[in-house]
Nanobody, 113 residues
Framework: QVQLVESGGGLVQPGGSLRLSCAAS????????MAWYRQAPGKYREWVAL???????NYADSVKGRFTISRDNAKNTVYLQMNSLKPDDTAVYYC???????WGQGTQVTVSS
């Protein structure tokens, strides 16, 4: 059964940076596209960033130019580097394979002064 464990969240001031990690117990990790999603209070979960098997990336307009997704197939881990954070980035962040597997617990990111 797939297990996804997100980490690296926390409280950061506007303009700050965080790096999220997602460890996946997915035997086919290197053959899976991976993505980050987020869910803000009172809102639906939304897609944030995608990285393909070949390493191509795509981003939601709201984070383009500020967030960077990457992967380390040797460690079955996907990362999300978040720079120039804004209060609107406050949410619980999740990773998942594409198509989606079972969701993990996520990691809370709070951007506030």
């Amino acid at each position: 059964q797939v297990q996804l464990v997100e980490s690296g969240g926390g409280l950061v001031q506007p303009g700050g940076s965080l790096r999220l990690s997602c460890a996946a117990s997915l035997s086919t990790f290197s053959m899976s596209a991976m993505a980050w999603y987020r869910q803000a209070p009172g809102k639906y979960r939304e897609w944030v960033a995608l990285i393909t098997i070949g390493g191509n990336t795509n981003y939601a307009d709201s984070v383009k130019g500020r967030f960077t997704i990457s992967r380390d197939n040797a460690k079955n881990t996907v990362y999300l580097q978040m720079n120039s954070l804004k209060p609107d980035d406050t949410a619980v962040y999740y990773c998942n394979s594409v198509p989606n597997s079972r969701w993990g617990q996520g990691t809370q990111v709070t951007v506030s002064s």
